[in-house]
């Protein structure tokens, strides 16, 4: 829902909000890690998918903090 926002709503009426393109940007790599976690479990190799995953608990909490700062400054 996140990205759907960003794209039709967020990104638009926010844009002036220096963390929105910060935001965007984490939601786009987060999308892309996730991408990869899958084709790294279809190959196999649970245990860099493991290590990966670990890593979209950081990226989620930025995220978090993120819209936090955003809703601080509209």
Known sequence: EL???LDKEGMIKY???????????LHVHFHAAVEHIVRLKHAGDNVAA???????E???QQ???LLT???KQV
């Not at 844009?15 to 940007?25: G, K």
């Open 50 to 56: 493991k290590k990966e995953l670990e890593g979209l």
């Open 15 to 25: 844009r002036a909000v220096p963390q929105m393109q910060e935001l965007y940007d």
């Open 58 to 60: 950081a990226m989620s």
């Open 63 to 65: 995220v978090i903090a």
């Open 3 to 5: 990205g759907k926002w």
């Open 69 to 71: 700062d955003i809703e």
